[in-house]
């Protein structure tokens, strides 16, 4: 059985505004008090692991740690099939320490010259972590990780200005529009971030 969270107040352990604001809006109906990792002057964790989840879980334990708070982290990027499932947990290290986005979408449109296959998905995994003991130096307190995903295709030039990373040139499947081009309520709605925070929501927030 998932943990409920039973807490009023999360730490949202992320310093990318972009989640931050998403994870914001989709958590808005739960009445929680959010406060940003950037807010209490939080540090952020290496990112070591080899998989979304487990970059996720990092970031959650390290934010819940050094909180004493409940806390949430994100871990998500572009999977593109023609390239074997690159930028992938590398997304935001194509954007180089500039974090220059348009850069990272040139890199992947030239990684793709040549193919036809344009179909890519973005990934989210959402670690939803409690802080151990506070006695307890070793204790990594307890988590609960959800995974969620959209599927869709690339196109270029970039489109829109909504959203951030690669949303200008993602199309999700079923529309024609980029997540760049769309309101934000929309992206919400479909998201790979939304579908994650539905899995953890109704295992962990809502009442039974
Ligand atoms: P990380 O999870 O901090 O390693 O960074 C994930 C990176 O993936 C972000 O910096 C974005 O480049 C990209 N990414 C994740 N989610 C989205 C999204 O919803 N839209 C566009 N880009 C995203």
């Known amino acids: 059985m998932p943990r409920k969270f039973d807490a009023d107040r999360l730490v949202i352990a992320s310093h990318n505004q972009g989640k931050a604001r998403e994870i914001a809006e989709c958590l ?66 194509w954007a180089g320490p500039e974090r220059d986005f348009g850069a990272a979408m040139d890199r992947v449109e030239q990684a793709l010259s040549g193919k036809t296959d344009r179909r890519a998905s ?42 951030f990373g690669y949303d200008p040139m993602f199309v999700p499947g079923g529309h024609e529009v980029t997540f760049g081009e769309m309101e934000p309520a929309r992206k919400n709605a479909i998201s790979h971030r939304a579908d994650a925070l539905r899995r953890l929501v109704d295992a962990c927030f809502r009442k039974d």
Request: charged share 20%.
């Open 28 to 93: 808005a109906p739960f009445g929680i008090a959010l406060t940003s990792a950037a807010d209490l002057g939080l540090g952020e964790p290496e990112e070591t692991g080899a998989t979304f989840r487990d970059n996720a879980r990092i970031k959650a334990v390290a934010a819940a740690w050094l909180s004493r708070l409940p806390a949430l982290a994100d871990d998500s990027g572009l999977a593109v099939a023609a390239l074997d499932g690159a930028p992938g947990i590398h997304s935001a290290r």
């Open 122 to 163: 973005f990934i989210c995994a959402l670690a939803l972590c409690w802080p151990a003991g506070a006695d307890s130096a070793q204790a990594k307190g307890h988590c609960e990780i959800f995974e969620g995903r959209v599927d869709g295709h690339l196109v270029w030039p970039p489109r829109g200005d909504h959203g």
